[in-house]
């Protein structure tokens, strides 16, 4: 019997509110905090413990091999949320007062990350949406303290359009194609529905968008007006069960699941697993690779792991898609870290202090091979007015065991979405009485 | 109008409202004898299948893991029995209901606690694919589906209606007191009562979990069968079975035929809807029974 002690002691913390569940003899001065608002039960609680599990991991690999960044230790505690809005702003305000302060806050959620932008700003705390969170928060102009690190979901739709091109034989060939995209029934599933609308005008194709509701666990109505229109590809815009669900409703209209394309929140292997043999062929989007193989991941299993102090109850899930994606997470926040040292010194930082570390991050691939992650996701380079920092993905395709790549590194269509971007963070910038900083002249002066 | 594009439409929301009616089953069972709505079975559900799965992974062969489940949900029934609702005989219908309500988030989170939190895939061997009848599809699986549900009212259906134990069992939801009065040992037949929803919690738990893959919202689809309770009646099995089928067929044919006017989305409030208009013109459901009350 699978008894979780690790799990136990994990809702122990939380019954008693949420304390931190390591603890450092230095004084704070020579701490850097990172609050963790984690979801560890609850219907997405797969993603949540492979996330932070491999944030966590991250963090102790840092301090037990490096004594830190830099000497500073790295320490965090969690809050339980259940991926639900209101207990992830009642965590967050339990734990911004916390001595030292937080350096960086990472929920893990659209819901929650939406909420907590205002306030956020208003402490002068960054808040990472990697993968997800809002567009337009991509320009760092308007938007200061939010950073989509990685991939923000209109470049998303962009590779995700790009990819079904390079199969047709070539973007002018997307003209003859047909596409459905299936999305789930939330804000973070109809963000991509203007985007999607503007790239069928520019390359022609036909396009039906359709929504299923949370949580998907019944989807024949859907699929039965996919199987009437015949498309050529369905984009899986999904979360949590509605993957798998989703791949075993097109298997029982005859849709092949070689042709479902799936973007980054359907990308895990608890999505397609479940499927059991209806999910093999698909093909789904990431920004890190999976598997074992990278040098960091391999640390962390042996300095980690083999010391018997990983944050994973199963230590199979290590190299998951949700894992490798925490362990990105971690060097992304740890770099913002070590880059903001090297201006305001080594010792303990303000979170605006590491808002300019993030900022200013700029991992290159020699740089990320150095760092043991060769392979594991391609390159970042944030900038003042660019907060998620290239975009570069990849496509992985299930055999019914694992996932393997099955593309280059490709990035986005920069020159259709920037000014989308640009025009929607100004709106906002309008909206909320907010004036745009000017990041040519802040980088002229720090130059 | 495409007529077989239609009839598959037809089938396909019939065969949907199964999967509803399955879970209701557990809800009347238990309303229809001790008077309790019990919130907690899409818990007890999701425990089913977890404790089944997880056992089933550790090596026992299906119908080992499967009599083990059934046991521990039988035990599980009975020590609800014992340490919630005994003590809250007599009391108020919202008294009780409030106690199933806690209970399930005890229940969620002990599975949880017990077994983790990852997802698990469930291969009852019965293939998800489409039967091709001309041109209209139809899924293997959810004729199984059909067929599993089918078999359970009709034995249900039959121990209530010609046995003594489903004699007593329907004198203890008509009068608690009259019940006691005449000899009947209510709480072996709560105890009963509790082992089968956990059975028909087991079996709906496999069937969905096959579906959906064994996972926390395994629990959630509890909250598609209460509309499927106002439309059948809360004591009525076959009222299960016909409000499951109209709820799944009103759903797939306004997402399929509706959905695309006006945005899609429509099954996430069609059946709540339609529970609505019942509430409104007949408030027992199809097949419940009237309560007549001295005043």
Same mark, same amino acid.
């Given at each position: 019997?699978?008894?979780?002690?690790?799990?136990?002691?994990?809702?122990?913390?939380?019954?008693? %509110?949420?304390?931190?569940?390591?603890?450092?003899?230095?004084?704070?001065?020579?701490?850097?905090?990172?609050?963790?608002?984690?979801?560890?039960?609850?219907?997405?609680?797969? %993603?949540?413990?492979?996330?932070?599990?491999?944030?966590?991991?991250?963090?102790?690999?840092?301090?037990?091999?490096?004594?830190?960044?830099?000497?500073?230790?790295?320490?965090?505690?969690?809050?339980?949320?259940?991926?639900?809005?209101?207990? %992830?702003?009642?965590?967050?305000?339990?734990?911004?007062?916390?001595?030292?302060?937080?350096?960086?806050?990472?929920?893990?959620?659209?819901?929650?990350?939406?909420?907590?932008?205002? #306030?956020?700003?208003?402490?002068?705390?960054?808040?990472?949406?990697? #993968?997800?969170?809002?567009?337009?928060?991509?320009?760092?102009?308007?938007?200061?303290?939010?950073?989509?690190?990685?991939?923000?979901?209109?470049?998303?739709?962009?590779?995700?359009?790009?990819?079904?091109?390079?199969?047709?034989?070539?973007?002018?060939?997307?003209?003859?194609?047909?596409?459905?995209?299936?999305?789930?029934?939330?804000?973070?599933?109809?963000?991509?529905?203007?985007?999607?609308?503007?790239?069928?005008?520019?390359?022609?194709?036909?396009? =039906?968008?359709?929504?299923?509701?949370?949580?998907?666990?019944?989807?024949?109505?859907?699929?039965?007006?996919?199987?009437?229109?015949?498309?050529?590809?369905?984009?899986?815009?999904?979360?949590?069960?509605?993957?798998?669900?989703?791949?075993?409703?097109?298997?029982?209209?005859?849709?092949?699941?070689?042709?479902?394309?799936?973007?980054?929140?359907?990308?895990?292997?608890?999505?397609?697993?479940?499927?059991?043999?209806?999910?093999?062929?698909? *093909?789904?989007?990431?920004?890190?690779?999976?598997?074992?193989?990278?040098?960091?991941?391999?640390?962390?299993?042996?300095?980690?792991?083999?010391?018997?102090?990983?944050?994973?109850?199963?230590?199979?899930?290590?190299?998951?898609?949700?894992?490798?994606?925490?362990?990105?997470?971690?060097?992304?926040?740890?770099?913002?870290?070590?880059?903001?040292?090297?201006?305001? %010194?080594?010792?303990?930082?303000?979170?605006?202090?590491?808002?300019?570390?993030?900022?200013?991050?700029?991992?290159?691939?020699?740089?990320?091979?150095?760092?043991?992650?060769?392979?594991?996701?391609?390159? *970042? #380079?944030?900038?003042?007015?660019?907060?998620?920092?290239?975009?570069?993905?990849?496509?992985?395709?299930?055999?019914?065991?694992?996932?393997?790549?099955?593309?280059?590194?490709?990035?986005?269509?920069?020159?259709?979405?920037?000014?989308?971007?640009?025009?929607?963070?100004?709106?906002?910038?309008? =909206?909320?009485?907010?004036?745009?900083?000017?990041?040519?002249?802040?980088?002229?002066?720090?130059? | 109008?495409?007529?077989?594009?239609?009839?598959?439409?037809?089938?396909?929301?019939?065969?949907?409202?199964?999967?509803?009616?399955?879970?209701?089953?557990?809800?009347?069972?238990?309303?229809?004898?001790?008077?309790?709505?019990?919130?907690?079975?899409?818990?007890?559900?999701?425990?089913?299948?977890?404790?089944?799965?997880?056992?089933?992974?550790?090596?026992?062969?299906?119908?080992?893991?499967?009599?083990?489940?059934?046991?521990?949900?039988?035990?599980?029934?009975?020590?609800?029995?014992?340490?919630?609702?005994?003590?809250?005989?007599?009391?108020?219908?919202?008294?009780?209901?409030?106690?199933?309500?806690?209970?399930?988030?005890?229940?969620?989170?002990?599975?949880?606690?017990?077994?983790?939190?990852?997802?698990?895939?469930? #291969?009852?061997?019965?293939?998800?694919?489409?039967?091709?009848?001309?041109?209209?599809?139809?899924?293997?699986?959810?004729?199984?589906?059909?067929?599993?549900?089918?078999?359970?009212?009709?034995?249900?259906?039959?121990?209530?209606?010609?046995?003594?134990?489903?004699?007593?069992?329907?004198?203890?939801?008509?009068? =608690?007191?009259?019940?006691?009065?005449?000899?009947?040992?209510?709480?072996?037949?709560?105890?009963?009562?509790?082992?089968?929803?956990?059975?028909?919690?087991?079996?709906?738990?496999?069937?969905?979990?096959?579906?959906?893959?064994?996972?926390?919202?395994?629990?959630?689809?509890?909250?598609?069968?209460?509309?499927?309770?106002?439309?059948?009646?809360?004591?009525?099995?076959?009222?299960? *079975?016909?409000?499951?089928?109209?709820?799944?067929?009103?759903?797939?044919?306004?997402?399929?035929?509706?959905?695309?006017?006006?945005?899609?989305?429509?099954?996430?409030?069609?059946?709540?809807?339609?529970?609505?208009?019942?509430?409104?013109?007949?408030?027992?459901?199809?097949?419940?029974?009237?309560?007549?009350?001295?005043?």
């Amino acid at each position: 019997m699978k008894l979780r002690g690790t799990l136990a002691s994990l809702l122990l913390a939380t019954a008693i %509110g949420g304390l931190p569940l390591t603890s450092h003899a230095q004084t704070p001065t020579h701490q850097q905090y990172f609050p963790l608002q984690s979801y560890r039960v609850g219907p997405y609680a797969a %993603g949540g413990t492979g996330f932070f599990g491999g944030f966590i991991d991250y963090m102790n690999l840092i301090n037990t091999r490096d004594g830190g960044v830099n000497g500073v230790k790295l320490t965090w505690s969690e809050c339980e949320t259940q991926y639900v809005v209101e207990k %992830g702003v009642e965590c967050y305000q339990r734990l911004k007062s916390h001595v030292p302060p937080p350096s960086a806050w990472n929920p893990l959620s659209v819901g929650i990350a939406y909420a907590m932008i205002p #306030d956020i700003t208003a402490d002068k705390v960054p808040l990472i949406t990697i #993968d997800h969170g809002r567009t337009d928060s991509t320009d760092g102009a308007v938007f200061p303290y939010v950073f989509p690190l990685l991939m923000n979901p209109y470049s998303e739709t962009s590779a995700i359009i790009n990819f079904i091109g390079s199969k047709s034989g070539g973007d002018e060939k997307l003209g003859s194609k047909s596409i459905v995209v299936l999305y789930h029934g939330s804000p973070y599933g109809r963000e991509t529905i203007p985007i999607y609308q503007l790239l069928a005008k520019k390359y022609g194709f036909k396009l =039906q968008q359709i929504e299923v509701p949370d949580p998907g666990t019944q989807q024949q109505s859907q699929w039965l007006q996919i199987r009437r229109i015949r498309p050529d590809y369905v984009v899986l815009r999904g979360w949590g069960v509605m993957n798998p669900v989703a791949l075993k409703s097109a298997q029982e209209v005859g849709f092949p699941a070689d042709h479902i394309i799936g973007n980054v929140w359907s990308n895990s292997e608890e999505d397609a697993r479940p499927a059991g043999n209806a999910a093999k062929g698909y *093909i789904a989007l990431t920004t890190q690779a999976t598997g074992t193989r990278y040098p960091v991941i391999q640390q962390i299993q042996n300095i980690i792991y083999k010391a018997h102090q990983g944050n994973m109850s199963d230590p199979a899930r290590v190299g998951s898609v949700y894992y490798n994606l925490g362990v990105v997470n971690g060097i992304l926040n740890v770099e913002a870290v070590r880059i903001a040292q090297a201006k305001f %010194g080594n010792h303990s930082l303000t979170g605006d202090q590491v808002r300019w570390g993030f900022e200013h991050l700029d991992l290159s691939v020699a740089k990320v091979q150095a760092l043991g992650a060769a392979g594991l996701f391609h390159s *970042i #380079d944030v900038t003042c007015n660019d907060h998620e920092g290239h975009g570069y993905i990849t496509f992985q395709q299930w055999n019914g065991k694992e996932w393997n790549r099955i593309s280059d590194w490709i990035a986005p269509d920069w020159a259709i979405l920037r000014p989308i971007i640009e025009a929607s963070a100004n709106k906002y910038a309008a =909206q909320n009485h907010i004036t745009p900083r000017v990041c040519s002249t802040e980088e002229a002066a720090a130059n | 109008m495409d007529w077989s594009f239609l009839i598959g439409v037809v089938i396909s929301g019939l065969l949907a409202g199964v999967m509803y009616s399955l879970v209701a089953i557990g809800f009347v069972l238990i309303y229809k004898t001790s008077g309790v709505l019990n919130f907690a079975q899409g818990s007890m559900l999701l425990f089913a299948a977890l404790t089944f799965v997880s056992l089933h992974e550790e090596g026992l062969p299906f119908w080992i893991a499967f009599v083990l489940t059934l046991a521990i949900m039988v035990l599980l029934g009975v020590l609800i029995e014992k340490i919630v609702l005994r003590p809250l005989i007599n009391q108020p219908p919202i008294t009780l209901f409030m106690a199933t309500l806690g209970l399930s988030y005890i229940i969620e989170g002990g599975a949880q606690f017990v077994w983790g939190t990852q997802v698990h895939q469930l #291969d009852l061997g019965i293939a998800d694919v489409p039967l091709p009848l001309n041109s209209i599809l139809i899924s293997q699986f959810d004729i199984f589906c059909a067929g599993v549900a089918g078999a359970i009212v009709a034995v249900l259906g039959v121990v209530l209606q010609y046995t003594r134990v489903g004699l007593a069992f329907r004198a203890a939801a008509f009068d =608690q007191y009259a019940a006691l009065n005449t000899g009947l040992r209510l709480p072996r037949i709560w105890a009963i009562t509790w082992g089968v929803a956990g059975f028909i919690a087991l079996v709906g738990g496999l069937l969905w979990g096959a579906r959906t893959g064994v996972q926390f919202s395994l629990s959630l689809v509890v909250l598609k069968s209460l509309p499927v309770l106002v439309v059948g009646g809360f004591d009525s099995i076959i009222g299960a *079975i016909v409000g499951g089928l109209l709820v799944g067929l009103t759903e797939t044919l306004m997402e399929v035929y509706v959905g695309p006017f006006i945005g899609g989305g429509i099954d996430q409030w069609i059946a709540y809807a339609l529970a609505l208009a019942f509430l409104l013109i007949k408030p027992t459901g199809l097949f419940g029974q009237r309560s007549v009350e001295r005043v």
